[in-house]
């Protein structure tokens, strides 16, 4: 069975502090492993994927496959970035619909 | 369209009433997905479309709960014989093939009363 774990709730950090949001999954084959972000009052939206292997707004995160993790990362944390994020998986076992964490809310505090 | 869109986008309804909400996904996407998005229980999968294939319905709660999608377009959820547990944010998203990320629509916010 595949699941999508993130451990926290509720993630507080200030403004230029470096944040790491966690996200661990279980999955026997090869996963496509993606975070979405949602802002207050907007929709749900796609922030990476980690075939992509990019960096967006400065987050950045790596999946590895030996720790089964894949946790987002941004050295210098903006008040923007204050939000919702799922992080979620994809593979043949579910038919390739994602499969989503419960979610991080992060805020960032000046 | 330039985005997913879906309708209603608030719908109140007595317990026990049939409701149906809707999705246009992005044209030309193939891959139709229907979420629900409940308070402290993150994004339940409902069902997925993908092109003409028959749907992934495993997500779907109950038999209440059923979906098509037309055309291999506009689709449409319908949930019969309304619960409380059903309020919740009900969201489409479409994507141009699996494993692609999706565009999420605004959503659907159902409160049954």
């Known amino acids: 069975a595949q699941r999508v774990t993130q451990p926290e709730k509720l993630l507080s950090v200030f403004k230029g502090a470096p944040v790491e949001l966690k996200c661990n999954y279980s999955y026997s084959g090869s996963p496509e492993l993606f975070w979405y972000v949602q802002y207050s009052r907007q929709r749900l939206q796609l922030l990476l994927r980690h075939i992509s292997r990019e960096s967006i707004k400065g987050f950045t995160a790596d999946l590895n496959k030996g720790e089964t993790s894949f946790h987002l990362k941004k050295p210098f944390a903006q008040e923007e970035d204050s939000a919702m994020y799922y992080c979620?998986?994809?593979?043949?076992?579910?038919?390739?619909?994602?499969?989503f964490g419960k979610g991080t809310s992060l805020l960032v505090t000046p | 369209g330039a985005g997913v869109s879906q309708s209603p986008s608030n719908k109140v309804t007595e317990k026990g009433k049939d409701v149906e909400l809707r999705c246009d996904p992005i044209?030309?996407?193939?891959?139709l997905y229907w979420y629900r998005q409940s308070l402290g229980q993150g994004l339940e999968f409902l069902i997925y479309f993908q092109g003409n294939s028959a749907p992934d319905k495993s997500g779907l709660p109950s038999d209440r709960f059923s979906a098509e999608r037309t055309g291999g377009s506009v689709s449409t959820l319908t949930i019969q014989r309304t619960q409380q547990e059903d309020s919740a944010v009900y969201l489409c998203a479409s994507s141009p093939a699996r494993n692609y990320g999706y565009t999420f629509g605004s959503g659907t916010r159902l409160t049954v009363v």
């Open positions: 979620a998986l994809s593979g043949r076992d579910s038919g390739y619909a994602l499969n």
């Open positions: 044209s030309g996407h193939t891959a």
